[in-house]
């Protein structure tokens, strides 16, 4: 569980949270959406413990936190296997079990034998977006905190990553918190829908919600959200 309570947080230019409450459960996929700028990534890294409120309370009651980000952060000497396992080595756990569970990862996300030694500059952009997944599901976190990690990639690919990302979430029942602008990515996967105003943020629209794999569907849904006020608003520019 990981709980905001009351939580207050300002740079020089002013408040970015006056007052936000916000519970994020075991297990769920919890979509973050909100105009850029309204304070989503600000919110991941009080939720990782990297900054503190001004007042308020951060409770994180999750053992192991994970994060993805937008650019997948490899380091670029290092395979793709020692990439994955990063996570491991930080933790102590002993090489033969690190490439173990590396290797069983990135073999799920379809990688070859061949692909396991090759380096971040070897693979595509959606290749080193799986290593990126991998290392963070590697540390069997029960928390992951992901800030648009498929903004950047083309629409195949997003796809494709968006059902890794929900079957492995699916197979190891980790918390998701995941920023995305995008209405269509959040009702594809799911399970509750979050909307910040702009700054100071709160939380303008919080609803359960059910993965949907449809494309017909997702747009269906997704322009129903948009026509619910309280999304529009928080959503367009003024
Ligand atoms: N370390 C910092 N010092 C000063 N201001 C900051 C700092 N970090 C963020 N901000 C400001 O706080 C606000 C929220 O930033 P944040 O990155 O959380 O927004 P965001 O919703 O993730 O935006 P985007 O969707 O564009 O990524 C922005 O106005 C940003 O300029």
Do not use: Y
């Not at 951060?58 to 380091?75: G, H, K, N, S, Y």
């Not at 290092?78 to 569970?101: K, Q, W």
């Not at 379809?110 to 290392?135: E, N």
């Not at 648009?148 to 195949?156: K, N, W």
């Amino acid at each position: 569980m990981l709980t905001f309570a009351d939580v207050r947080l300002g740079f020089s230019d002013g408040p970015v949270f006056n007052r936000l409450d916000l519970v994020i459960a075991p297990g769920k996929l919890v979509a973050l959406l909100g105009r850029s700028g309204c304070g989503k990534t600000t919110a991941l890294r009080l939720a990782a413990g990297l900054i503190r409120p001004d007042a308020g309370r951060v409770d994180i009651r999750f053992r192991r936190t994970a994060m993805v980000f937008q650019e997948p952060r490899l380091l670029p000497w290092a395979s793709a296997r020692d990439n994955a396992a990063f996570g491991l080595a930080a933790r102590g756990v002993p090489r033969r079990e690190r490439r173990a569970r590396a290797d069983a990862l990135l073999t799920a996300f379809g990688f070859t034998a061949a692909d396991l030694d090759k380096r971040p500059a070897q693979l595509s952009g959606g290749m080193q977006s799986r290593v990126a997944i991998a290392r963070a599901f590697a540390i069997e976190p029960d928390l992951v905190l992901m800030d648009e990690p498929f903004a950047a990639l083309d629409i195949g690919l997003r796809r494709d990553l968006q059902d890794l990302v929900r079957e492995t979430v699916d197979r190891r029942g980790s918390a998701v918190l995941f920023v995305t602008h995008d209405i269509t990515e959040a009702v594809r996967l799911a399970d509750r829908i979050l909307v910040l105003s702009p700054r100071p943020a709160q939380v303008v629209f919080d609803r359960p919600s059910q993965p949907i794999a449809e494309p017909a569907a997702i747009h269906a849904q997704a322009s129903a959200l948009f026509e619910q006020p309280a999304v529009r608003s928080a959503m367009l520019a003024r």
